[in-house]
């Protein structure tokens, strides 16, 4: 990340970490803690639950990042400090009407489709202008930027144009958006290239995950 700050001419400290410890267990997460990280992001929401109960106590900040089921916002408003993967009003309004009012507001990103039929999560660029207003406009939730998840590609100047993309869309809005959320272990020289603020690592931390576990 360092190295790839000082090649785009970017200070280092621009760029956060959330490490990604989707179906690693506790300890896992407790190796990470103990190497200095503290942002953790998953995509199930029993087991962040599970997980973050086996850490309670430790100053720790959950990020939901998976698709997000209308049955499923309550547990991610009551237990996340951000999530990155909303694409609908409905969702949104829910997460606003369900997070606890003793908690601070619900930071939340726009995730975009931009990889067109590549992709089926996420909204259209079109849609974002109108969803991002009305998202911002609701209470409990603070809009803080956009997410992308683009099609996978080994090709460094072509993993850079989703990104590009997704910056350009994100400076038209004009709303103030300073979280730009894009970029994993394959493609996060490209991500940091293109302004990335928030990088999502599993594999380059954790290792290779295992499913059928
Ligand atoms: C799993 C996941 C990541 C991490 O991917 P790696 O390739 O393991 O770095 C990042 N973002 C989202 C939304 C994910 O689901």
Redo the contacts with the bound molecule.
Sequence with gaps: MAAACIAAGRPVESVRLLA?S?TWPATSVRAAIAAGQRAF?E?YVQEAIDKAAELAGLDLEWHF??PLQSNKTRLVAENFAWVHSVDRLKIAERLAAQRPPDMAPLQICLQVNVSGEASKSGCLPAEAASLAREVAALPGLKLRGLMA?PEASDNPSRQREPFAVLRRLRDSLDMGLDTLSMG???DLEAAIMEGSTLL?????IFGQRNYTT
Excluded: L
């Design positions: 990604v989707k992001g995509n990042i998976g998840i994993m272990s394959h999502r690592v599993g594999t380059a």
